[in-house]
């Protein structure tokens, strides 16, 4: 199957400062990319949905402010975590997919780890 | 929210085929099925998914009632890398969207 990437895959940040985790299709073109949060025993949560070239469309609840997400090519996407708080901390797991909407299957990075103290 | 039911946890010997249920009474007839599943702390892995026919892949088997309200997922001889978290998932309508429910925990013992 299609390769995505994170990075960084742990990261460990004051409270207050800001953190960029990227995402990346190694091997295909994904016209749509997706992040999700996880917290310890739950299940994924999906924040928000990233089109390449246009605005970022947040889930309910999901501050755009807070988390900002930009798509700036077919293979890269980025999520910033302004301001991070201890509440904060969380497993970000982003996808992607071709955008065809023929039911292909959608191909999820390993995940970053975030703690903010 | 989630459109699809699973029950918490699951057993299974290693060797033997493990059957994971999935309710999805509400489908509409255009949504997918999808199943991934996840190993701790890693991201989910795609497993299969389909429509309205029986779908085999190299990993599993995905059996779709004919009423399409619920999905068995098959594994056909467990093994203890198996051990994970199975959601099942229908895909929403005309987008890419996944929208995940709380899963099946299975635990293939030796």
């Known amino acids: 199957g299609a390769v995505v990437s994170q990075h960084p895959s742990r990261v460990i940040c004051k409270s207050g400062t800001s953190v960029k985790i990227e995402c990346r299709s190694l091997?295909?073109?994904?016209?749509?990319m997706f992040w999700y949060r996880q917290f310890p025993k739950q299940s994924l949560m999906l924040m928000a949905t990233?089109?390449?070239?246009?605005?970022?469309?947040?889930e309910q609840g999901v501050e755009k402010d807070k988390f900002l997400i930009n798509h700036a090519s077919l293979t890269l996407s980025t999520l910033t975590v302004t301001s991070a708080h201890p509440e904060d901390s969380s497993f970000y797991i982003c996808s992607a997919a071709s955008g065809q909407g023929k039911g292909d299957e959608q191909f999820f990075g390993p995940g970053t780890r975030l703690t903010v103290l | 929210d989630a459109k699809t039911t699973q029950p918490p946890s699951m057993d299974c010997a290693e060797g033997r085929a493990a059957n994971l249920p999935c309710n999805h009474s509400t489908i509409s007839g255009n949504e997918y099925v999808y199943w991934y599943r996840q190993i701790h702390s890693q991201g989910p892995q795609y497993i299969i998914h389909g429509l309205k026919n029986n779908e085999t892949n190299e990993m599993a088997s995905l059996i779709i009632t004919e009423d399409r309200k619920s999905s068995t997922l098959i594994l056909p001889h467990a093994t203890l890398r198996d051990t994970a978290v199975y959601y099942c998932?229908?895909?929403?309508?005309?987008?890419?969207?996944?929208?995940f429910g709380t899963g099946t925990r299975l635990q293939v013992f030796p």
């Open positions: 998932i229908v895909r929403v309508y005309n987008t890419d969207k996944l929208i």
């Open positions: 091997d295909f073109q994904a016209t749509t």
């Open positions: 990233s089109n390449e070239g246009s605005k970022a469309t947040y």
